[in-house]
């Protein structure tokens, strides 16, 4: 079913060293438009380097990243910085939340509005028209996007101030602010109780189907990645161990040894 | 409450003993005497006494604020509510600005001298206030670009006979074009490497201009320079003073009205990210080498353009009035004012500079004074005596909107 | 190819004092990330302390190498003391804070701890006794290293093998290095974490205490400031090695010291300083993480 859609990301073999350790070793992975793929595996498989391989945190020592705008020719997102690959259409959450803390709600998700605007430092000082209207436009749709996530009672709270779920809400709406194709999500229920973690899942769900954004998720709460995602990539020491759909996950013995064997202990 | 006693007591006793060799033996090794100053280990054995009470108190009282927050209380304090109601703003600065257009009518030119250097001061705070304050980079060496604008004023004057107004904006802009060159090579450090390279500039600046006599004339430095033309009216010192003054009032306001903007603007929002993580800041896509430099340019901007003041406010300037001291008092007049803040740090300039100038007696204990101080805001009361305000904006379907519309 | 030795033993003392000092910030910020920027002033305190000792010794009627060790142990005592308070009083309570807090807090204690000396004692400049006599067995080449120097070198060394010893053999040192690499892991295997880092200051303040006495019966004079510069010096030759790294300070202050000392020699004393902030802007482009320091990839 997926050969009549749209690849929006592809990476080929990416490895990634830290002198001698490789926490990624030869990593392929695909994801289209419309996906909700998901990463999974045990702690220390490497999941987050990955993620911060692809979106510029780390310059990774092989493989390719290309990245598939639609109507737009393909970018190799390799040693691009961090705010490079945000221009080109990906934005990630952080593990370990990495919100502006001083900062009120709206104005972490103005932040994200930032590479699709471009008053100057001139323009700032003089403040013409067409500055404040952009700044009102600013407003307008970060508050839009608070609505979505259901933050909007909160906005002119400092964000630092926030309960926990709402923060992991409120990086996602700063991540969608900045007009993404494809978001990396890095453990979105992490620390959250069953009910956040439903509310989640429908905000992804709603997400991906109202704003035509792809998602690659990392998460740990198999019941959440066993609902909503296709497909599933499987990550152990480094090396992908597989591939597929949800069910093809649950019997792959694989991926029940690595999980039984981190169980055990 | 014994324990606490005892507590303060021992506190005392290792006062005394740390402070005993510096604060109570005086060698004068001319007369080969030894003066013993008995009295002064009173004094630390009290003063550490009680301040050791206080000390917990403080501590304490902060621990229950935090409990407080995290269970999301209000902690803001009444001042504080009342410099967000906007209506109170605007009658505030009106009275203010009142009073600052009166002053030198109503006092003597001594008054107005001592007042220009508390508005010179409050615009370098100002100025480092985008770097330090909004954008996080602590810059240690900000004084050259002060000196940068001030030997500009003073080297063109000398030179080519430029006046105060044409070389106005010259300073700001070298001053500026400083920042920038500064700001390339530590782009990538770390905050406290940053720190210490900012610091290494602020002296190389003060030795360059002690040593390079054909550029500089040396540590005897530069005099006559001249004081701001008045339509080409030659003034009398008083007057002239007040002119001064009155120059420094309008910039002081267009340092507040531009720094303001910055503040809120798009550019503004991307500094405070930047300051507040720079790695999430960096993944919404904002520029992080274009960011900082923004910010140092800007921040000296305000520092070489107050330079050129300064220059003409003294008519002598020498290597002397740019020493890392300077920096350090600049600096505490952002930390104390309250980083970020705007309101907090014209306070906190006029706190400084006005406070050790009307209390001569304790003029002495001003640096003292300045490092106890900048120590103690830190631990008790990072945010400043202002802390920054919180924004709020206007969209549809808020209360704001409905009310006005 | 005499004046080169003399600049060449120069600079080897010069470095060798830079290292000594450079060590307190190495260690310091290894354990907390920290710019200790009023480590300097432990140093000056250290010098500032030995002089007095000195010269109540000197009143009394003591004389000779006994006024030096005792000037120079009551000096450490005090240094450690003075670090310890420090850490304690400046520093602790923020522990957790943003990074730019406890930074802040270092500056305003480096400006508080100058001027506290400068009000208790004086702004002057103190004459130094000489403490460190002249021997004869130096008299051949004294032309190109004097006593002091000899002293300063031999100190130097000995206190850094002492400071290897117990980096690498003891318990503590074993404590410390866990502390450095990981501290809620150390903590979590029962290192008590509070007595490392008071500790690590305190080891650093007595090392900065040999160099302040050191130094200042080399040069022979004393003021308030002396710490500041040296203290930035110091941190410049830390930086320098890599900081966080312990052969990386005293490589670091050997090449400054030779930096400095040829660069006065063959160019321009003038520019002494310049030359010390350029070499360390450069050092920061090409190599952020000096000679010897590993480069750390940062947490996400």
């Known amino acids: 079913m997926a050969e009549n859609k749209h690849k929006l990301l592809e990476v080929k073999g990416l490895t990634m060293d830290f002198g001698g350790l490789r926490a990624v070793d030869s990593v392929t992975l695909e994801v289209y438009e419309g996906d909700i793929a998901a990463l999974i595996g045990p702690n220390g498989a490497g999941k987050t380097t990955f993620f911060n391989c692809i979106t510029g945190i780390y310059n990774p020592s092989k493989g390719d990243i290309l990245l598939h705008p639609k109507g737009l020719k393909t970018r190799r997102l390799n040693g691009l910085k961090p705010n490079k690959v945000t221009e080109m259409g990906l934005a990630r959450t952080f593990q370990n939340i990495r919100l502006f803390p001083d900062m009120t709600v709206l104005e972490n998700v103005m932040i994200g509005r930032h590479c699709r605007t471009n008053s100057g430092i001139f323009k700032a000082i003089i403040r013409s028209k067409s500055v404040r209207d952009e700044e009102q436009q600013i407003v307008e749709s970060s508050y839009h996007l608070l609505e979505k996530v259901g933050l909007a009672d909160f906005a002119n709270e400092f964000s630092k101030n926030l309960p926990y779920g709402a923060q992991r809400r409120l990086e996602i709406a700063r991540a969608m602010a900045t007009d993404p194709f494809l978001l990396l999500l890095d453990e979105p229920a992490a620390g959250m109780n069953p009910q956040e973690t439903s509310d989640l899942e429908q905000l992804i769900c709603k997400i991906s189907a109202e704003e035509q954004i792809a998602i690659l998720l990392i998460e740990h709460d198999m019941k959440l990645v066993m609902n909503i995602s296709d497909p599933i990539y499987v990550m152990e020491y480094g090396k992908k161990i597989a591939e597929g759909s949800p069910e093809e996950i649950k019997d792959n013995p694989k991926v029940v040894e690595a999980y039984l064997g981190e169980e055990t202990e | ?405 | 190819m005499e004046y080169f030795l003399q600049l060449f033993f120069g600079g080897l003392t010069r470095g060798s004092i830079y290292a000594l000092i450079a060590l307190g910030y190495t260690m310091v910020y290894g354990i907390i990330q920290l710019i200790n920027f009023a480590h300097g002033e432990i140093y000056m305190i250290g010098a500032f302390v030995a002089l007095i000792v000195a010269g109540v010794c000197t009143i009394y009627g003591l004389s000779g190498v006994s006024i030096l060790i005792l000037a120079g142990v009551i000096a450490i005592i005090y240094s450690c003391a003075y670090g310890y308070t420090l850490e304690k009083v400046a520093y602790r309570p923020l522990r957790g804070a943003p990074r730019l807090s406890p930074l802040i807090s270092a500056i305003g204690m480096s400006i508080f701890l100058q001027n506290y000396v400068l009000l208790a004692q004086t702004p002057d400049f103190l004459p130094f006794p000489r403490l460190i006599p002249d021997f004869d067995f130096m008299e051949p080449v004294a032309h190109i290293i004097g006593s002091p120097e000899l002293v300063i070198l031999i100190t130097t060394v000995v206190t850094m093998i002492l400071l290897t010893l117990l980096i690498k053999k003891t318990r503590v040192g074993k404590a410390m290095r866990a502390t450095q690499q990981d501290m809620n892991m150390a903590r979590l295997v029962g290192v008590n974490v509070d007595r490392i880092i008071s500790l690590t200051f305190i080891i650093g303040s007595a090392l900065a205490a040999i160099g302040g006495v050191l130094v200042a019966s080399y040069i022979g004079q004393v003021n308030f400031y002396i710490g500041f510069l040296a203290g930035v010096k110091a941190f410049t030759a830390a930086v320098l090695g890599g900081i966080g790294s312990i052969p990386g300070a005293v490589l670091g202050g050997l090449v400054l010291g030779w930096a400095e000392s040829f660069a006065a020699g063959y160019i321009s004393s003038d520019y002494e300083d310049v030359f010390t902030f350029g070499l360390l802007v450069l050092i920061l482009i090409l190599r952020p993480a000096g000679i010897l320091g590993k480069s750390h990839k940062q947490k996400v």
């Open chain 2, 1 to 405: 409450m014994l324990k606490n006693f005892k507590q303060s007591i021992l506190v005392s006793l290792w006062f005394v003993f740390l402070t005993f060799p510096l604060l109570a033996v005086r060698v004068n090794t001319m007369d080969q005497v030894v003066v013993w100053r008995w009295m002064n280990m009173l004094w630390v054995a009290i003063g550490a006494f009680v301040l050791s009470y206080l000390w917990r108190y403080m501590l304490a009282r902060q621990q229950v604020r935090k409990q407080v927050a995290d269970e999301g209380g209000e902690t803001r304090s009444k001042t504080q509510l009342l410099l967000e109601d906007m209506s109170f703003r605007y009658k505030a600065m009106g009275v203010i600005l009142l009073a600052a257009l009166v002053f030198p009518l109503v006092f003597d030119t001594y008054q107005s001298t001592i007042m220009i250097s508390a508005l010179i001061y409050v615009v370098l705070g100002l100025g480092l206030n985008i770097t330090v304050g909004l954008a996080g980079l602590l810059d240690l060496g900000f004084v050259a670009f002060f000196g940068v604008g001030a030997y500009t004023y003073a080297l063109l004057n000398h030179h080519f006979d430029l006046g105060f107004w044409i070389t106005l904006p010259i300073g700001g802009i070298l001053g500026c074009l400083f920042g920038v060159i500064l700001g390339f090579p530590i782009l990538r450090l770390r905050g406290d490497y940053l720190a210490i390279v900012t610091l290494g500039f602020g002296m190389i600046f003060k030795v360059v201009m002690e040593n390079w006599d054909a550029l500089s004339f040396g540590p005897s430095g530069i005099a006559n320079i001249d004081k701001p033309s008045f339509f080409g009216m030659d003034l009398s010192l008083a007057d002239s003073t007040i002119y001064i003054y009155y120059i420094m009032i309008a910039m002081v306001i267009f340092t507040i009205l531009v720094t303001t903007r910055l503040r809120n603007s798009r550019i503004g929002r991307a500094w405070i990210a930047m300051r507040e993580d720079e790695i999430a800041c960096v993944a919404m896509g904002i520029d992080i080498a274009r960011t900082k430099l923004s910010a140092y340019a800007l921040g000296a901007f305000w520092a070489g353009m107050v330079g050129v003041l300064f220059a003409s406010k003294t008519t002598f300037i020498n290597p002397a009035s740019f020493t890392f001291m300077e920096s350090a008092i600049i600096l505490s007049i952002v930390v104390l004012g309250g980083m970020g803040s705007i309101l907090g740090v014209i306070l906190g300039a006029f706190l400084l500079i006005l406070l050790p100038e009307y209390m001569r007696a304790f003029s002495e204990y001003r640096m003292l004074a300045f490092g106890a101080a900048m120590v103690l805001m830190m631990i008790f009361r990072p945010q400043g005596i202002i802390s920054n305000l919180r924004q709020t904006y206007k969209y549809k379907g808020s209360k704001e909107k409905i009310n006005n519309g």
